[in-house]
């Protein structure tokens, strides 16, 4: 075969299974107390402060991180199944998910000494949260187009610029962005590009609030002016910001998330079918967790390749831009399964309500972290055309 | 991991990679797939059949001491895909899964090629008290070329292992979507050659399960090849002053065909591996993890060979429809393989069927099994 797509078959260890049933406990706790409705995800930052300390005191926030900066250096599989449970509850991870899962190992890999000590703490505990400021005004996943900049200053750095559709800027500790610190070269248009960490609370950033069709507000512009950035919250290299940014993706791409953000709307289908069966809803249902399982262990047999600590780049953009398809049309195939039913009882109307939340936010999940066209581009690399 | 204690892992898999590189260079050498296409010869895969039966692939699934090369279920059902690659055109899969399944009832093995059924959700099959077959098989894979066929009967409440003789049967010949025999078997009071009862593991559907994982790695087996040929073919045809593939809109589809084929392979595989893991734990065919790994993989890869032949097909141009190319050997028989033991409509309403057990929040406890 001149294409190599292998995926193994993991299973997942017994050790790292119980620690599924630890984590579905206490959500189970969580919700039987209220903290959290499964079927209709809560975008309340106080109730998401509270949940990420009541996560990080169970350990469960940089769990795989040095021990040295206050992480237990367990395994790549022990957070999947965590982070795998807390998507599928729909649990209010929003206001440390970003940090562990990319801003943290990010700081680990190319940060400051004193970065590591200030910061990586802070996560582990819960108490801060992190934004990703790369798309701009004019450019969102052409990222080389990136224009908002940042000078030398003394001490450190100064940014001038505007980054947009930043989720959670305006309430963010911490932001990791992309500026552009030299012109592109012609030879390497990826060029000129840095990362640094940027305090959100640093004066001369403003925030604009843009809300989204579904009603939800966590995009924003984020304007700066003039902000100062000390010179060790340079995040690696300087105008080589590019290959730090890929290495991390193939931990962004795999991930549960990536196929779990509507899977509401199928217990939702599952409920009805059950209360009054239909031999097309049950086809419906059937295929539809079919391909939610072929989905799900492929994107295990990828975390156990990031385990094995090699870098499936190929595979987990595989693994996105099937999984994105999929919860994307996930609402629209449900729609349909149900379309003949009666629609006049209560069971029904909650059902409705799922529906259109999931169908509302529908249209960002094959744009978010990389529009599928990118990743299609990726995977066409991968296979020797471009 | 929760291995089988009396089966170490490595000699398992020193014995897996054994019969599977054996296996694929059997296919390469002698099964290659333009070899095939340019061979007018009605006894091309006689030649193919006897270097199987030389190396014992045939046999693999049957254990030693039943006359059998007791490769276990794993390596067997793994050269398959070996087999999809080449889209082989003769009943090796049959014969395994039949070889197997007398085997789990003590049967010991049987020579020369065999058919495995049932083979359709409507098909029923009884054996009376005096032990007398009767029953109709509507599709069964290769039925004019085996001489017999294993098959699961029912016999009053309890089900039971058949070999029959296929000339015991009337038979209607008919011929699949790849052009390969697709016969129609009915039995009426026939004698079997041997009949024992099933092994407690067995379900009713245990043939249709067995089928389907076997076409769904098949099928896997099958989209790989047709990435492989398709990506070579865009990189060197020229059209409107390039390559095909400097075409984004080609990239994309071809990208689009390496995520069928990778999901393809991925549920195939997992199937397999929870079929012979769980199987040796002691649980049986209504296992739920067991039915959810086989449908799921029966159900994704039929919907991957519709998508995946028509990318490859499109992609290919009018080339790929000839009968010259080897594109449609792969295609037509991708494509076929969706309906043989059940097909994705009707394991899909059993998949759901079986999700109104539970709740919508059983769902998620059942998938992250494993």
Redesign the interface.
């Known amino acids: 075969?001149?294409?190599t797509?292998?995926?193994?078959?993991i299973?997942?260890?017994?050790a790292v299974q119980a620690l599924?049933g630890e984590v579905r406990a206490f959500l189970h706790e969580e919700m039987s107390a209220g903290t959290f409705d499964p079927d209709f995800p809560t975008e309340d930052w106080d109730v998401c402060r509270k949940f990420a300390r009541k996560v990080a005191a169970r350990g469960w926030i940089g769990m795989c991180w040095p021990k040295a900066y206050g992480g237990q250096e367990r395994s790549f599989l022990e957070r999947y199944?965590v982070n795998?449970?807390m998507q599928?509850?729909h649990a209010p991870n929003t206001f440390y998910f970003t940090a562990d899962r990319q801003s943290g190992p990010t700081l680990i890999k190319y940060a400051s000494e004193r970065i590591k000590a200030e910061v990586l703490p802070k996560i582990i505990a819960g108490e801060a949260s992190f934004c990703i400021g790369m798309s701009e005004p004019d450019s969102g996943s052409d990222l080389f187009a990136a224009k908002c900049k940042a000078v030398r200053t003394d001490g450190g750095w100064k940014i001038q610029g505007t980054k947009i559709w930043t989720t959670n800027a305006h309430r963010a500790d911490y932001m990791i962005g992309l500026f552009r610190t030299s012109p592109s070269l012609p030879e390497n248009h990826r060029h000129g590009l840095t990362s640094f960490l940027v305090d959100m609370r640093a004066s001369g950033i403003q925030c604009n609030p843009i809300r989204q069709m579904s009603g939800i507000h966590d995009f924003n512009e984020v304007v700066f002016d003039e902000v100062f950035v000390p010179e060790d919250q340079l995040i690696g290299e300087v105008d080589g910001a590019w290959k730090q940014a890929t290495t991390e993706l193939a931990y962004e791409r795999s991930g549960p998330e990536r196929f779990l953000e509507t899977?509401t709307v199928?217990?939702?289908?599952?409920?009805l079918?059950?209360a009054e069966?239909v031999?097309q809803?049950?086809?419906?249902?059937?295929?539809l967790?079919?391909?939610?399982?072929?989905?799900?262990?492929?994107s295990?047999?990828v975390a156990g390749m990031l385990e094995a600590g090699r870098e499936p780049a190929?595979?987990a953009a595989?693994v996105k831009?099937?999984g994105t398809a999929w919860e994307q049309d996930l609402p629209q195939r449900v729609r349909l399964a149900v379309a003949r039913a009666s629609q006049g009882s209560a069971a029904y109307r909650r059902f409705e309500d799922i529906l259109q939340y999931c169908t509302r936010i529908a249209p960002k999940l094959t744009v978010q972290g990389g529009a599928n066209?990118v990743?299609?581009?990726i995977?066409?690399r991968?296979?020797?055309?471009? | 991991m929760d291995e089988d204690p009396k089966r170490p892992g490595t000699l398992d898999n020193d014995m897996d990679t054994l019969i599977l590189d054996a296996a694929s260079r059997l296919f390469r050498e002698t099964a290659d797939l333009q070899l095939a296409v340019l061979s007018r010869d009605p006894d091309f895969y006689a030649t193919v059949w006897s270097g199987i039966e030389e190396i014992g692939l045939d046999a693999a699934a049957v254990p030693e001491d039943l006359g059998g090369s007791g490769a276990g279920l794993r390596a067997s059902l793994g050269m398959l895909r070996a087999a999809g690659n080449v889209a082989l055109a003769v009943p090796l899969a049959e014969t395994i899964l039949a070889g197997w399944l007398l085997a789990q009832a003590g049967i010991p093995l049987q020579s020369g090629k065999l058919a495995f059924g049932p083979s359709g959700f409507h098909d029923h099959i009884v054996l009376d008290s005096d032990g007398r077959l009767t029953g109709r098989i509507v599709h069964l894979p290769f039925a004019r070329d085996c001489s017999r066929v294993a098959l699961l009967a029912q016999r009053g409440n309890t089900l039971w292992v058949v070999l029959a003789d296929i000339q015991d049967a009337e038979l209607s010949v008919r011929d699949s979507l790849a052009f390969e025999p697709l016969d129609g078997v009915e039995f009426h009071q026939i004698k079997p050659v041997v009949a024992a009862p099933a092994p407690a593991a067995f379900t009713k559907d245990t043939s249709l399960l067995l089928g389907s994982l076997a076409r769904s790695i098949q099928i896997a087996g099958a989209l790989e090849t047709m990435l492989d040929l398709t990506t070579a073919y865009v990189r060197e045809r020229p059209a409107f002053g390039k390559t095909l593939s400097r075409f984004q809109v080609v990239q994309h589809a071809l990208a689009q065909l390496a995520g069928e084929v990778s999901v393809s392979l991925s549920v195939a595989a997992s199937a397999v591996d929870a079929v012979d893991t769980l199987l040796g734990q002691g649980r049986g065919f209504d296992d739920p993890e067991i039915r959810l790994e086989i449908m799921s993989a029966r159900i994704r890869t039929s919907s991957a060979a519709q998508i995946g032949a028509r990318i490859a097909h499109q992609l290919h141009g009018a080339l790929g429809v000839t009968d010259e190319h080897v594109l449609h050997r792969l295609t037509l028989r991708a494509l076929a393989w969706r309906d043989d033991y059940g097909n994705e409509v009707q394991w899909s309403e059993e998949l759901g069927a079986m999700l109104r057990h539970g709740d919508g929040r059983a769902l998620w406890a059942l998938l992250a099994k494993r």
Not at chain 1, 11 to 14: K, W
Not at chain 1, 266 to 271: F, S, T
Request: negative net charge; glycine residues 6%; charged residues 30%.
């Open positions: 075969m001149t294409t797509l292998e995926f193994q078959p299973r997942l260890p017994p599924r199944v795998e449970e599928a509850h899977l199928l217990r939702a289908l599952i409920d079918d059950r069966p031999p809803v049950s086809e419906s249902v059937g295929r967790v079919a391909e939610l399982h072929s989905l799900r262990r492929m295990v047999s190929v595979e595989i831009d099937l066209e990743l299609r581009g995977i066409a991968g296979l020797g055309l471009r």
